[in-house]
Protein backbone atom coordinates (compact mmCIF):
# COMPACT_ATOMS: atom_id res chain seq x y z
CA UNK A 1 0.00 0.00 0.00
CA UNK A 2 2.50 2.30 0.67
CA UNK A 3 4.64 2.21 -2.07
CA UNK A 4 1.23 2.21 -4.33
CA UNK A 5 0.83 6.12 -2.55
CA UNK A 6 3.92 6.96 -2.92
CA UNK A 7 4.29 6.40 -6.66
CA UNK A 8 0.42 8.02 -7.29
CA UNK A 9 1.91 11.15 -5.29
CA UNK A 10 4.54 10.88 -7.47
CA UNK A 11 2.76 11.20 -10.26
CA UNK A 12 1.07 14.78 -9.28
CA UNK A 13 3.97 16.42 -7.47
CA UNK A 14 6.84 15.72 -9.36
CA UNK A 15 5.30 16.72 -12.64
CA UNK A 16 6.70 20.45 -12.16
CA UNK A 17 9.13 20.66 -9.72
CA UNK A 18 9.51 24.48 -8.90
CA UNK A 19 8.50 23.56 -5.20
CA UNK A 20 10.91 20.90 -4.91
CA UNK A 21 13.72 22.49 -3.13
CA UNK A 22 12.32 23.43 0.55
CA UNK A 23 14.19 25.86 2.71
CA UNK A 24 12.50 26.68 5.85
CA UNK A 25 12.83 27.23 9.67
CA UNK A 26 16.20 27.94 11.35
CA UNK A 27 19.02 26.98 8.58
CA UNK A 28 17.02 23.84 7.40
CA UNK A 29 16.42 22.47 3.67
CA UNK A 30 15.07 19.52 2.02
CA UNK A 31 15.63 18.40 -1.42
CA UNK A 32 13.04 15.97 -3.15
CA UNK A 33 13.63 13.78 -6.35
CA UNK A 34 11.38 12.21 -8.27
CA UNK A 35 11.30 8.33 -7.37
CA UNK A 36 12.87 8.77 -4.24
CA UNK A 37 10.64 8.56 -0.83
CA UNK A 38 13.56 10.09 1.46
CA UNK A 39 14.04 13.52 0.04
CA UNK A 40 17.85 15.08 0.57
CA UNK A 41 18.99 16.73 3.75
CA UNK A 42 20.65 19.94 2.97
CA UNK A 43 23.06 21.70 4.91
CA UNK A 44 22.95 25.39 2.77
CA UNK A 45 20.31 27.09 4.37
CA UNK A 46 21.09 30.76 5.46
CA UNK A 47 17.47 31.34 6.55
CA UNK A 48 16.14 32.12 9.82
CA UNK A 49 12.74 32.32 9.87
CA UNK A 50 10.18 31.69 13.31
CA UNK A 51 7.22 31.12 10.35
CA UNK A 52 7.48 32.61 6.96
CA UNK A 53 8.75 30.66 3.90
CA UNK A 54 8.73 29.96 0.44
CA UNK A 55 11.66 28.76 -2.16
CA UNK A 56 11.73 28.34 -5.95
CA UNK A 57 13.31 26.11 -8.14
CA UNK A 58 13.57 25.28 -11.80
CA UNK A 59 10.72 23.54 -13.53
CA UNK A 60 12.57 21.06 -14.89
CA UNK A 61 15.72 20.29 -12.81
CA UNK A 62 14.01 21.02 -9.29
CA UNK A 63 17.05 23.38 -8.84
CA UNK A 64 17.29 25.96 -6.34
CA UNK A 65 16.90 29.15 -7.82
CA UNK A 66 15.51 31.66 -4.59
CA UNK A 67 14.32 31.28 -0.87
CA UNK A 68 12.83 33.93 1.29
CA UNK A 69 11.16 34.79 4.92
CA UNK A 70 9.21 37.14 4.20
CA UNK A 71 11.69 40.05 5.01
CA UNK A 72 14.40 39.66 2.08
CA UNK A 73 15.39 37.46 -0.61
CA UNK A 74 18.49 34.81 -0.96
CA UNK A 75 19.58 33.60 -4.63
CA UNK A 76 20.84 30.02 -5.49
CA UNK A 77 24.01 30.83 -3.93
CA UNK A 78 22.87 31.63 -0.79
CA UNK A 79 23.51 35.38 -0.85
CA UNK A 80 20.96 38.19 -0.08
CA UNK A 81 19.90 39.68 -3.47
CA UNK A 82 20.99 43.27 -2.86
CA UNK A 83 17.65 45.17 -3.37
CA UNK A 84 15.57 42.43 -1.49
CA UNK A 85 15.50 44.10 2.19
CA UNK A 86 13.02 45.19 3.65
CA UNK A 87 10.46 43.35 1.78
CA UNK A 88 7.48 44.15 4.13
CA UNK A 89 6.24 41.03 5.17
CA UNK A 90 7.88 39.32 8.55
CA UNK A 91 9.30 35.85 9.23
CA UNK A 92 6.84 35.84 12.26
CA UNK A 93 3.60 35.95 9.68
CA UNK A 94 1.96 32.24 9.31
CA UNK A 95 2.01 32.28 5.72
CA UNK A 96 4.38 35.41 5.23
CA UNK A 97 5.80 34.45 1.70
CA UNK A 98 4.75 32.66 -1.02
CA UNK A 99 6.39 32.96 -4.67
CA UNK A 100 5.33 32.49 -7.93
CA UNK A 101 6.56 32.81 -11.55
CA UNK A 102 5.54 35.30 -13.61
CA UNK A 103 2.69 33.92 -16.09
CA UNK A 104 3.67 34.58 -19.45
CA UNK A 105 7.33 36.67 -18.18
CA UNK A 106 9.81 34.16 -18.78
CA UNK A 107 12.80 34.94 -15.93
CA UNK A 108 10.01 37.07 -13.58
CA UNK A 109 8.63 36.12 -10.02
CA UNK A 110 6.44 37.35 -8.13
CA UNK A 111 6.91 37.50 -4.22
CA UNK A 112 3.88 38.05 -2.01
CA UNK A 113 4.58 38.84 1.53
CA UNK A 114 2.28 39.32 4.67
CA UNK A 115 2.96 41.00 8.03
CA UNK A 116 2.25 39.74 11.44
CA UNK A 117 0.42 40.30 14.39
CA UNK A 118 3.47 41.05 16.48
CA UNK A 119 3.08 44.68 14.24
CA UNK A 120 -0.92 44.49 13.58
CA UNK A 121 -0.69 43.35 10.55
CA UNK A 122 -0.13 47.11 9.23
CA UNK A 123 1.95 45.97 5.92
CA UNK A 124 -0.99 43.99 4.86
CA UNK A 125 -0.35 42.53 1.64
CA UNK A 126 3.04 43.78 -0.41
CA UNK A 127 4.52 41.71 -3.47
CA UNK A 128 8.05 42.22 -4.81
CA UNK A 129 9.10 41.77 -8.48
CA UNK A 130 12.51 39.67 -9.04
CA UNK A 131 14.04 39.77 -12.66
CA UNK A 132 16.37 36.13 -12.40
CA UNK A 133 17.79 37.48 -15.30
CA UNK A 134 19.86 40.03 -14.01
CA UNK A 135 23.60 39.55 -12.07
CA UNK A 136 24.25 36.32 -14.08
CA UNK A 137 21.38 34.67 -13.63
CA UNK A 138 21.16 34.99 -9.67
CA UNK A 139 18.38 37.45 -9.98
CA UNK A 140 17.84 40.42 -8.24
CA UNK A 141 14.76 42.51 -6.60
CA UNK A 142 12.83 45.10 -8.98
CA UNK A 143 10.18 46.34 -7.65
CA UNK A 144 9.89 46.19 -4.01
CA UNK A 145 7.57 46.20 -1.31
CA UNK A 146 4.60 47.03 -3.52
CA UNK A 147 1.70 47.57 -1.21
CA UNK A 148 -2.26 45.84 -2.43
CA UNK A 149 -4.77 48.18 -1.00
CA UNK A 150 -7.50 45.85 -0.12
CA UNK A 151 -10.73 47.58 -0.60
CA UNK A 152 -11.98 49.89 2.05
CA UNK A 153 -8.85 50.26 3.62
CA UNK A 154 -9.35 46.40 5.44
CA UNK A 155 -5.45 44.93 6.54
CA UNK A 156 -4.89 41.24 5.43
CA UNK A 157 -3.88 38.53 8.15
CA UNK A 158 -1.13 36.26 8.33
CA UNK A 159 -2.80 33.92 5.94
CA UNK A 160 -1.32 33.79 2.11
CA UNK A 161 -2.59 30.81 -0.10
CA UNK A 162 -1.76 30.96 -3.82
CA UNK A 163 -3.07 28.78 -6.13
CA UNK A 164 -3.19 27.69 -10.40
CA UNK A 165 -6.03 28.32 -12.32
CA UNK A 166 -7.42 25.70 -14.56
CA UNK A 167 -5.97 27.57 -17.90
CA UNK A 168 -2.62 26.31 -16.22
CA UNK A 169 -0.96 30.01 -16.53
CA UNK A 170 -2.58 32.46 -14.43
CA UNK A 171 -3.06 32.23 -10.18
CA UNK A 172 -5.39 33.09 -7.87
CA UNK A 173 -3.73 34.71 -4.48
CA UNK A 174 -6.03 34.51 -1.76
CA UNK A 175 -5.70 36.53 1.56
CA UNK A 176 -8.30 37.32 4.55
CA UNK A 177 -9.71 40.72 6.14
CA UNK A 178 -8.51 41.47 9.41
CA UNK A 179 -11.98 41.65 11.79
CA UNK A 180 -14.33 40.99 9.24
CA UNK A 181 -15.52 37.61 7.36
CA UNK A 182 -14.51 38.29 4.02
CA UNK A 183 -11.89 36.31 0.93
CA UNK A 184 -10.03 38.46 -0.91
CA UNK A 185 -8.91 36.97 -4.06
CA UNK A 186 -6.77 38.67 -6.84
CA UNK A 187 -5.73 37.14 -10.38
CA UNK A 188 -2.34 37.15 -11.44
CA UNK A 189 -2.12 37.17 -15.11
CA UNK A 190 -0.10 38.36 -17.94
CA UNK A 191 -1.20 41.68 -17.44
CA UNK A 192 -0.33 41.80 -14.12
CA UNK A 193 -1.93 41.61 -10.76
CA UNK A 194 -5.68 42.79 -11.00
CA UNK A 195 -6.37 45.75 -9.17
CA UNK A 196 -9.48 44.56 -7.74
CA UNK A 197 -10.29 41.48 -5.95
CA UNK A 198 -13.07 38.83 -5.82
CA UNK A 199 -14.43 39.18 -2.41
CA UNK A 200 -16.25 36.68 -1.35
CA UNK A 201 -18.18 36.94 2.40
CA UNK A 202 -18.56 33.98 4.16
CA UNK A 203 -16.85 32.18 7.93
CA UNK A 204 -16.28 33.53 10.39
CA UNK A 205 -14.70 36.75 11.27
CA UNK A 206 -11.05 36.93 11.78
CA UNK A 207 -10.82 39.02 14.88
CA UNK A 208 -7.31 40.35 15.92
CA UNK A 209 -6.14 41.07 19.05
CA UNK A 210 -4.34 37.67 18.89
CA UNK A 211 -6.99 35.42 17.98
CA UNK A 212 -7.45 34.59 14.66
CA UNK A 213 -4.40 36.81 12.67
CA UNK A 214 -2.63 33.55 12.20
CA UNK A 215 -3.65 30.65 10.63
CA UNK A 216 -3.45 28.70 7.38
CA UNK A 217 -4.80 28.99 3.63
CA UNK A 218 -4.74 25.20 2.49
CA UNK A 219 -6.09 24.06 -1.08
CA UNK A 220 -7.34 20.45 -1.65
CA UNK A 221 -5.51 18.64 -4.72
CA UNK A 222 -8.32 19.57 -6.75
CA UNK A 223 -8.51 23.12 -6.23
CA UNK A 224 -12.42 22.90 -4.83
CA UNK A 225 -11.88 22.97 -1.09
CA UNK A 226 -10.00 25.15 0.82
CA UNK A 227 -8.92 24.59 4.13
CA UNK A 228 -8.94 27.60 6.83
CA UNK A 229 -6.99 27.50 10.34
CA UNK A 230 -7.79 30.55 13.31
CA UNK A 231 -4.87 30.55 16.10
CA UNK A 232 -7.46 30.08 18.79
CA UNK A 233 -10.34 30.41 16.31
CA UNK A 234 -11.42 27.02 15.05
CA UNK A 235 -10.81 25.13 11.51
CA UNK A 236 -12.92 25.80 8.78
CA UNK A 237 -13.60 24.66 5.23
CA UNK A 238 -14.95 25.98 2.47
CA UNK A 239 -15.71 25.70 -1.40
CA UNK A 240 -13.81 26.97 -3.85
CA UNK A 241 -14.26 27.93 -7.22
CA UNK A 242 -10.56 27.98 -8.98
CA UNK A 243 -12.33 29.34 -12.31
CA UNK A 244 -13.81 32.25 -10.69
CA UNK A 245 -11.99 32.42 -7.19
CA UNK A 246 -15.36 32.67 -5.40
CA UNK A 247 -14.93 30.90 -1.73
CA UNK A 248 -18.39 29.22 -0.46
CA UNK A 249 -20.31 27.13 1.51
CA UNK A 250 -18.32 27.46 5.41
CA UNK A 251 -18.45 23.93 7.27
CA UNK A 252 -16.81 24.88 10.80
CA UNK A 253 -14.87 21.58 12.23
CA UNK A 254 -14.18 23.05 15.25
CA UNK A 255 -14.32 26.51 17.39
CA UNK A 256 -12.09 26.60 20.63
CA UNK A 257 -13.51 28.29 23.30
CA UNK A 258 -12.22 31.49 24.95
CA UNK A 259 -8.87 30.85 25.92
CA UNK A 260 -6.09 33.08 27.45
CA UNK A 261 -3.77 34.84 25.25
CA UNK A 262 -0.49 32.66 24.90
CA UNK A 263 -2.38 30.04 26.23
CA UNK A 264 -0.95 27.74 23.34
CA UNK A 265 -2.65 24.66 24.68
CA UNK A 266 -6.06 25.62 22.57
CA UNK A 267 -4.53 26.68 19.57
CA UNK A 268 -4.31 25.32 16.19
CA UNK A 269 -2.02 25.81 13.09
CA UNK A 270 -1.65 23.57 10.53
CA UNK A 271 -4.18 22.03 8.35
CA UNK A 272 -3.50 19.88 5.53
CA UNK A 273 -5.26 17.88 2.56
CA UNK A 274 -4.34 14.14 1.98
CA UNK A 275 -3.07 13.26 -1.32
CA UNK A 276 -6.25 12.09 -2.75
CA UNK A 277 -8.03 15.12 -1.38
CA UNK A 278 -10.30 12.75 0.90
CA UNK A 279 -8.92 13.28 4.14
CA UNK A 280 -8.41 16.45 5.95
CA UNK A 281 -5.20 16.99 8.97
CA UNK A 282 -5.01 19.31 11.75
CA UNK A 283 -3.61 20.03 14.78
CA UNK A 284 -6.32 20.45 17.81
CA UNK A 285 -4.70 21.88 21.46
CA UNK A 286 -1.37 19.74 19.85
CA UNK A 287 -3.36 16.54 19.07
CA UNK A 288 -3.39 15.64 15.26
CA UNK A 289 -6.76 15.03 14.15
CA UNK A 290 -8.21 13.65 11.03
CA UNK A 291 -11.65 14.17 9.38
CA UNK A 292 -13.20 12.40 6.22
CA UNK A 293 -14.57 14.76 4.29
CA UNK A 294 -16.34 11.70 2.52
CA UNK A 295 -19.19 12.02 4.97
CA UNK A 296 -20.38 14.76 2.26
CA UNK A 297 -22.44 16.39 4.69
CA UNK A 298 -21.66 18.71 8.16
CA UNK A 299 -22.57 15.86 10.58
CA UNK A 300 -21.12 13.12 8.96
CA UNK A 301 -17.88 15.10 8.59
CA UNK A 302 -17.53 16.27 12.27
CA UNK A 303 -18.24 12.91 13.39
CA UNK A 304 -15.54 11.39 11.53
CA UNK A 305 -13.15 13.02 13.54
CA UNK A 306 -10.31 10.58 14.64
CA UNK A 307 -7.19 11.04 16.75
CA UNK A 308 -4.05 10.33 14.96
CA UNK A 309 -1.86 11.05 17.67
CA UNK A 310 -1.64 12.44 20.94
CA UNK A 311 -0.05 15.78 21.62
CA UNK A 312 2.32 14.61 23.93
CA UNK A 313 3.72 12.30 20.67
CA UNK A 314 4.50 15.39 18.67
CA UNK A 315 7.73 16.12 21.33
CA UNK A 316 6.78 19.63 21.32
CA UNK A 317 4.44 22.30 19.59
CA UNK A 318 3.60 21.72 16.49
CA UNK A 319 3.33 24.23 13.55
CA UNK A 320 2.42 24.19 9.76
CA UNK A 321 1.24 21.04 7.95
CA UNK A 322 2.55 20.38 3.88
CA UNK A 323 1.90 17.43 1.74
CA UNK A 324 5.45 16.94 0.12
CA UNK A 325 5.53 16.00 -3.58
CA UNK A 326 6.50 11.96 -2.06
CA UNK A 327 2.89 12.31 -0.85
CA UNK A 328 3.91 12.25 2.81
CA UNK A 329 2.61 14.89 5.19
CA UNK A 330 5.16 16.96 7.05
CA UNK A 331 4.54 18.82 9.87
CA UNK A 332 7.15 21.91 11.61
CA UNK A 333 7.53 21.02 15.65
CA UNK A 334 8.63 23.98 17.50
CA UNK A 335 12.57 23.54 18.03
CA UNK A 336 12.76 20.05 16.88
CA UNK A 337 15.88 18.51 15.19
CA UNK A 338 14.00 17.04 12.75
CA UNK A 339 10.13 17.45 11.40
CA UNK A 340 7.21 14.60 12.48
CA UNK A 341 6.29 12.99 9.39
CA UNK A 342 2.71 10.68 8.51
CA UNK A 343 2.81 8.34 6.53
CA UNK A 344 0.35 6.56 3.79
CA UNK A 345 -1.81 9.89 4.50
CA UNK A 346 -4.74 9.07 1.80
CA UNK A 347 -5.13 5.78 4.17
CA UNK A 348 -8.11 5.96 7.00
CA UNK A 349 -6.23 3.07 9.27
CA UNK A 350 -3.05 3.24 7.71
CA UNK A 351 -1.62 6.31 8.63
CA UNK A 352 0.58 6.84 11.62
CA UNK A 353 2.90 9.59 12.58
CA UNK A 354 6.91 9.00 12.85
CA UNK A 355 8.15 12.24 15.60
CA UNK A 356 11.18 13.44 14.50
CA UNK A 357 10.39 11.48 11.29
CA UNK A 358 12.49 13.77 8.74
CA UNK A 359 15.41 14.66 10.16
CA UNK A 360 17.42 18.00 9.46
CA UNK A 361 20.91 19.38 9.51
CA UNK A 362 22.81 22.48 8.75
CA UNK A 363 24.85 25.08 10.10
CA UNK A 364 24.53 27.32 12.94
CA UNK A 365 23.63 30.75 12.28
CA UNK A 366 24.90 33.86 13.55
CA UNK A 367 23.09 34.65 17.13
CA UNK A 368 24.04 30.74 17.86
CA UNK A 369 20.90 29.99 16.36
CA UNK A 370 20.48 26.00 15.80
CA UNK A 371 19.73 24.46 12.78
CA UNK A 372 16.21 22.89 13.27
CA UNK A 373 12.61 23.40 12.69
CA UNK A 374 10.21 26.65 13.94
CA UNK A 375 6.71 27.02 13.21
CA UNK A 376 6.57 27.08 9.10
CA UNK A 377 7.19 25.10 6.01
CA UNK A 378 7.21 26.44 2.76
CA UNK A 379 4.40 28.17 1.36
CA UNK A 380 3.45 26.64 -2.33
CA UNK A 381 0.40 27.30 -4.96
CA UNK A 382 -1.89 24.72 -5.47
CA UNK A 383 -2.97 23.54 -8.63
CA UNK A 384 -6.60 23.57 -9.73
CA UNK A 385 -7.54 20.23 -12.21
CA UNK A 386 -9.04 21.51 -15.30
CA UNK A 387 -12.11 18.76 -14.65
CA UNK A 388 -11.52 16.97 -11.38
CA UNK A 389 -14.39 17.20 -9.07
CA UNK A 390 -14.83 18.38 -5.66
CA UNK A 391 -15.55 15.45 -2.73
CA UNK A 392 -18.81 14.55 -2.75
CA UNK A 393 -19.77 16.54 -6.73
CA UNK A 394 -22.51 15.52 -8.98
CA UNK A 395 -20.27 14.43 -11.54
CA UNK A 396 -19.39 15.79 -14.47
CA UNK A 397 -18.48 12.35 -16.56
CA UNK A 398 -14.92 12.62 -16.66
CA UNK A 399 -12.72 10.23 -16.25
CA UNK A 400 -10.81 11.91 -13.64
CA UNK A 401 -14.09 11.54 -11.27
CA UNK A 402 -12.84 7.74 -11.42
CA UNK A 403 -16.50 6.15 -11.28
CA UNK A 404 -20.14 6.89 -12.27
CA UNK A 405 -23.27 6.47 -10.40
CA UNK A 406 -26.20 5.04 -12.90
CA UNK A 407 -29.61 5.09 -11.01
CA UNK A 408 -32.59 3.65 -12.44
CA UNK A 409 -35.28 5.44 -10.36
CA UNK A 410 -38.79 3.93 -9.38
CA UNK A 411 -42.00 5.66 -7.75
CA UNK A 412 -42.89 5.82 -4.38
CA UNK A 413 -43.23 2.26 -3.60
CA UNK A 414 -41.34 0.60 -5.84
CA UNK A 415 -37.69 -0.39 -6.02
CA UNK A 416 -35.03 2.30 -7.20
CA UNK A 417 -31.49 0.85 -8.56
CA UNK A 418 -28.71 2.24 -7.60
CA UNK A 419 -25.08 1.39 -9.72
CA UNK A 420 -21.34 2.57 -9.43
CA UNK A 421 -19.54 2.00 -12.59
CA UNK A 422 -15.76 1.94 -13.01
CA UNK A 423 -14.53 4.79 -15.33
CA UNK A 424 -10.30 5.09 -14.57
CA UNK A 425 -9.15 1.94 -15.62
CA UNK A 426 -5.76 3.66 -13.97
CA UNK A 427 -8.33 2.54 -10.63
CA UNK A 428 -7.89 -0.99 -11.12
CA UNK A 429 -11.43 -1.78 -10.36
CA UNK A 430 -14.26 -1.12 -7.31
CA UNK A 431 -13.25 -2.26 -4.30
CA UNK A 432 -15.93 -1.30 -2.01
CA UNK A 433 -19.04 0.76 -2.93
CA UNK A 434 -20.96 2.34 0.44
CA UNK A 435 -24.14 3.95 -0.22
CA UNK A 436 -26.06 6.46 2.15
CA UNK A 437 -29.63 7.16 0.89
CA UNK A 438 -31.81 9.01 2.21
CA UNK A 439 -32.30 12.19 4.56
CA UNK A 440 -34.75 11.87 7.32
CA UNK A 441 -34.01 7.81 8.36
CA UNK A 442 -31.05 7.30 5.71
CA UNK A 443 -30.41 3.87 4.58
CA UNK A 444 -26.63 2.28 4.45
CA UNK A 445 -25.57 0.17 1.68
CA UNK A 446 -23.07 -2.03 0.40
CA UNK A 447 -22.21 -3.28 -3.05
CA UNK A 448 -21.62 -1.77 -6.83
CA UNK A 449 -25.51 -2.62 -7.11
CA UNK A 450 -27.96 -1.79 -4.73
CA UNK A 451 -31.85 -1.00 -4.61
CA UNK A 452 -34.21 0.75 -2.46
CA UNK A 453 -38.03 1.51 -2.01
CA UNK A 454 -38.79 4.97 -1.22
CA UNK A 455 -42.38 5.45 0.37
CA UNK A 456 -42.53 8.71 0.19
CA UNK A 457 -42.23 11.67 -2.95
CA UNK A 458 -39.82 13.88 -3.07
CA UNK A 459 -35.69 14.95 -3.14
CA UNK A 460 -33.25 12.57 -1.45
CA UNK A 461 -29.73 13.18 -1.11
CA UNK A 462 -27.36 9.98 -2.01
CA UNK A 463 -23.85 9.79 -0.91
CA UNK A 464 -21.45 7.13 -2.89
CA UNK A 465 -18.33 6.80 -1.09
CA UNK A 466 -15.88 4.22 -3.33
CA UNK A 467 -12.82 2.67 -2.38
CA UNK A 468 -10.03 1.88 -5.18
CA UNK A 469 -8.64 -1.62 -6.06
CA UNK A 470 -5.35 0.86 -5.56
CA UNK A 471 -6.24 1.98 -2.25
CA UNK A 472 -7.68 5.43 -3.18
CA UNK A 473 -11.17 6.92 -2.59
CA UNK A 474 -13.65 9.08 -3.97
CA UNK A 475 -17.25 10.45 -3.36
CA UNK A 476 -20.34 11.60 -4.94
CA UNK A 477 -23.43 13.73 -3.49
CA UNK A 478 -26.58 13.46 -5.59
CA UNK A 479 -29.93 14.78 -5.29
CA UNK A 480 -32.49 12.16 -6.41
CA UNK A 481 -36.46 12.97 -7.20
CA UNK A 482 -38.77 10.44 -6.18
CA UNK A 483 -41.80 10.84 -8.02
CA UNK A 484 -45.32 10.31 -6.55
CA UNK A 485 -46.68 6.58 -7.87
CA UNK A 486 -48.53 6.27 -11.03
CA UNK A 487 -50.25 3.56 -13.16
CA UNK A 488 -51.09 2.98 -16.75
CA UNK A 489 -52.89 -0.17 -18.04
CA UNK A 490 -53.48 -1.08 -21.90
CA UNK A 491 -56.33 -2.49 -22.60
CA UNK A 492 -56.93 -4.51 -26.47
CA UNK A 493 -60.53 -4.39 -28.34
CA UNK A 494 -59.66 -8.27 -28.99
CA UNK A 495 -56.68 -10.47 -27.82
CA UNK A 496 -56.47 -12.16 -31.29
CA UNK A 497 -56.78 -11.03 -34.80
CA UNK A 498 -59.95 -12.83 -36.46
CA UNK A 499 -60.77 -13.17 -39.51
CA UNK A 500 -62.39 -10.17 -41.27
CA UNK A 501 -60.93 -7.89 -38.59
CA UNK A 502 -57.51 -6.77 -39.97
CA UNK A 503 -57.13 -4.26 -36.88
CA UNK A 504 -56.90 -4.74 -32.97
CA UNK A 505 -57.03 -1.33 -31.15
CA UNK A 506 -54.98 -0.50 -28.16
CA UNK A 507 -55.61 1.81 -25.41
CA UNK A 508 -53.52 3.11 -22.78
CA UNK A 509 -55.21 4.50 -19.84
CA UNK A 510 -53.11 6.29 -17.04
CA UNK A 511 -53.74 7.56 -14.13
CA UNK A 512 -53.33 11.05 -14.22
CA UNK A 513 -51.56 13.66 -17.03
CA UNK A 514 -48.04 12.58 -18.58
CA UNK A 515 -46.52 11.23 -21.61
CA UNK A 516 -47.19 8.08 -23.57
CA UNK A 517 -44.51 5.78 -25.60
CA UNK A 518 -44.44 3.04 -27.25
CA UNK A 519 -41.75 0.12 -27.77
CA UNK A 520 -43.15 -0.49 -31.38
CA UNK A 521 -43.22 2.85 -33.00
CA UNK A 522 -43.23 6.47 -32.91
CA UNK A 523 -46.55 7.35 -31.50
CA UNK A 524 -47.32 9.18 -28.59
CA UNK A 525 -50.95 8.76 -28.43
CA UNK A 526 -52.96 6.99 -25.72
CA UNK A 527 -54.69 5.32 -28.93
CA UNK A 528 -53.27 3.06 -31.97
CA UNK A 529 -54.42 0.43 -34.21
CA UNK A 530 -52.47 -2.72 -34.98
CA UNK A 531 -52.84 -5.39 -37.87
CA UNK A 532 -50.15 -7.65 -36.66
CA UNK A 533 -49.79 -10.39 -33.56
CA UNK A 534 -46.82 -9.84 -31.22
CA UNK A 535 -46.72 -8.13 -27.80
CA UNK A 536 -47.25 -4.14 -27.35
CA UNK A 537 -45.81 -2.11 -24.77
CA UNK A 538 -46.83 1.13 -23.57
CA UNK A 539 -44.53 3.58 -21.38
CA UNK A 540 -46.07 6.40 -19.37
CA UNK A 541 -43.97 8.86 -18.10
CA UNK A 542 -46.03 10.82 -15.51
CA UNK A 543 -46.20 14.86 -15.02
CA UNK A 544 -44.38 14.19 -11.96
CA UNK A 545 -41.78 11.79 -13.12
CA UNK A 546 -43.10 8.61 -12.01
CA UNK A 547 -42.35 5.80 -15.24
CA UNK A 548 -44.72 2.61 -15.32
CA UNK A 549 -45.36 0.82 -18.51
CA UNK A 550 -47.73 -2.05 -19.28
CA UNK A 551 -47.81 -4.55 -22.10
CA UNK A 552 -50.73 -6.88 -23.99
CA UNK A 553 -49.97 -9.63 -26.38
CA UNK A 554 -52.00 -10.13 -29.63
CA UNK A 555 -52.06 -13.37 -30.44
CA UNK A 556 -52.01 -13.37 -34.82
CA UNK A 557 -54.31 -14.23 -37.00
CA UNK A 558 -54.56 -18.05 -38.29
CA UNK A 559 -56.30 -17.88 -41.95
CA UNK A 560 -56.68 -21.20 -42.72
CA UNK A 561 -59.96 -20.61 -39.90
CA UNK A 562 -61.23 -18.41 -42.18
CA UNK A 563 -63.73 -20.31 -44.29
CA UNK A 564 -67.11 -18.48 -45.44
CA UNK A 565 -68.69 -22.01 -47.29
CA UNK A 566 -69.87 -21.58 -50.90
CA UNK A 567 -72.62 -24.27 -50.09
CA UNK A 568 -75.26 -25.20 -47.46
CA UNK A 569 -77.50 -28.28 -47.51
CA UNK A 570 -80.44 -27.39 -45.14
CA UNK A 571 -82.28 -30.86 -45.98
CA UNK A 572 -82.83 -31.13 -41.98
CA UNK A 573 -79.58 -33.78 -40.84
CA UNK A 574 -77.86 -31.29 -39.30
CA UNK A 575 -74.55 -31.30 -42.01
CA UNK A 576 -74.36 -28.37 -43.28
CA UNK A 577 -77.43 -26.91 -42.26
CA UNK A 578 -76.68 -23.45 -41.73
CA UNK A 579 -74.54 -20.32 -43.44
CA UNK A 580 -71.42 -20.91 -40.62
CA UNK A 581 -68.92 -18.07 -40.95
CA UNK A 582 -66.42 -20.40 -39.57
CA UNK A 583 -63.43 -17.75 -37.92
CA UNK A 584 -65.65 -15.11 -38.19
CA UNK A 585 -67.12 -13.51 -34.91
CA UNK A 586 -70.56 -13.49 -34.49
CA UNK A 587 -72.58 -10.84 -33.82
CA UNK A 588 -70.20 -8.27 -35.07
CA UNK A 589 -71.18 -8.52 -38.64
CA UNK A 590 -74.27 -7.38 -40.98
CA UNK A 591 -75.54 -10.08 -43.72
CA UNK A 592 -77.39 -9.40 -46.63
CA UNK A 593 -78.49 -12.07 -48.82
CA UNK A 594 -80.25 -11.64 -52.39
CA UNK A 595 -81.37 -14.09 -54.38
CA UNK A 596 -80.35 -14.19 -58.56
CA UNK A 597 -82.27 -11.28 -59.46
CA UNK A 598 -80.98 -8.99 -57.01
CA UNK A 599 -83.91 -9.00 -54.52
CA UNK A 600 -83.23 -9.03 -51.03
CA UNK A 601 -84.43 -12.37 -49.43
CA UNK A 602 -82.52 -12.23 -45.89
CA UNK A 603 -80.76 -9.57 -43.20
CA UNK A 604 -79.50 -9.67 -40.22
CA UNK A 605 -77.74 -6.67 -38.68
CA UNK A 606 -75.60 -9.01 -35.89
CA UNK A 607 -75.86 -12.48 -37.64
CA UNK A 608 -74.69 -15.13 -35.46
CA UNK A 609 -74.85 -18.05 -38.14
CA UNK A 610 -78.23 -18.47 -38.35
CA UNK A 611 -79.22 -18.56 -42.01
CA UNK A 612 -80.32 -22.21 -43.73
CA UNK A 613 -82.41 -20.38 -46.73
CA UNK A 614 -86.02 -21.20 -44.88
CA UNK A 615 -88.53 -20.21 -47.53
CA UNK A 616 -86.16 -20.28 -50.42
CA UNK A 617 -85.33 -22.54 -53.14
CA UNK A 618 -82.63 -24.34 -54.20
CA UNK A 619 -79.60 -22.32 -56.26
CA UNK A 620 -77.75 -19.32 -56.03
CA UNK A 621 -77.32 -16.71 -53.75
CA UNK A 622 -75.56 -13.33 -53.25
CA UNK A 623 -74.07 -12.14 -49.81
CA UNK A 624 -72.94 -8.97 -48.57
CA UNK A 625 -71.03 -8.83 -45.53
CA UNK A 626 -70.39 -5.78 -43.38
CA UNK A 627 -68.45 -5.26 -40.46
CA UNK A 628 -70.29 -3.02 -37.71
CA UNK A 629 -67.08 -1.28 -36.47
CA UNK A 630 -64.73 -0.95 -39.15
CA UNK A 631 -67.39 -1.11 -42.12
CA UNK A 632 -64.83 -3.73 -43.70
CA UNK A 633 -67.26 -5.60 -46.80
CA UNK A 634 -67.22 -8.93 -47.87
CA UNK A 635 -68.93 -9.76 -50.48
CA UNK A 636 -69.27 -13.75 -52.45
CA UNK A 637 -72.24 -16.46 -53.27
CA UNK A 638 -73.40 -19.61 -51.59
CA UNK A 639 -74.98 -22.30 -53.37
CA UNK A 640 -78.48 -23.89 -51.74
CA UNK A 641 -78.58 -27.25 -52.55
CA UNK A 642 -81.70 -28.88 -51.14
Not at 452 to 481: C, H, I, K, N, S
Request: glycine share 12%; with cysteine; net charge positive.
Amino acid sequence: MLAVLWLTGTQVGFAQRQYDAWYFGTASALQFQPGQYWPQVLTNSVINSFEASTSLADSTTGALLLYSNGERVWDRTHQVMPGSFPLGGSASASEGAVALFAPGRPGMVYLFTTDAKESSTRNSLRYSVIDLRLRNGLGDVVQRSQPVALPGGVLATEHLGAIRQPNGRDYWLLVHGLDNDRFYAYALTPAGLATQPVISTVGPISRGGGIAETGVLHFSPSGRQLAATRLLGGLDVFDFDPSTGRVSNALNLFTHPPVPIGFFPGRVFGAEFSGDGTLLYADERGAVVRYDLLGCAPAPIRASKREVTAAASLRGLSGSFRRGPNGRLYIAVLAASGLAVIDSMNSLSGAYLRPGGQPLAGTILPGNNIPGSQYGLPNAPAQASRLAPSNCAGGSGGIEEGFRVVITPGCTGRPTLFEAQLRDPARQGLQQVQWTIGAATPVALSGARVTTVFRLAGTQPVVVVVTFADGTRQAQRLQLTIPPSATVQLRASATQLVCGEPQVELTAIASGPGRFSWADDTTRQSRRLVTRGGTYRVRFVASGGCLVSDSVTIQPLDSTRCIIPNIITPNGDDQNQHFVLAGYEPGRWHLTVFNRWGREVYANPQYRNEWDAAGQAAGLYYYLLQHLQTGTRLRGWVEVVR
